[in-house]
């Protein structure tokens, strides 16, 4: 599933041509539910695995097997782990 997004251009307040609804809501969450099946069902397959490359950039590479996996620090801030 591609996803769209449900807004074409989000804008904080005062602008109220965004507002936050019910359908906005479900539509992210749907995204969200998709994605990790995805990923899900890929991470079953061992079809792939995320790596770091020489500067430290992490990268998936469908064609290896193994690798790390990716894990938020306690700001929420993305790592990757196990590499």
């Keep these: 599933m591609a996803y769209s997004k449900f807004h074409s251009q989000w804008r904080d307040r005062p602008n109220y041509t965004t507002p ?3 359908a906005a809501l479900d539509h992210i969450e749907e995204g ?6 995805l990923a899900e069902a890929g991470a079953g397959g061992g079809g792939g695995g995320i790596f770091l490359d020489s500067d430290g950039v992490p ?3 469908t064609s290896a097997t193994g690798g790390g996996s990716i894990a938020l620090d306690v ?9």
């Design 20 to 22: 936050v609804t019910a």
């Design 32 to 37: 969200i539910v998709e994605a990790h099946r």
């Design 75 to 83: 700001d929420g801030v993305p790592y990757v782990t196990g590499v």
């Design 59 to 61: 990268y998936f590479d």
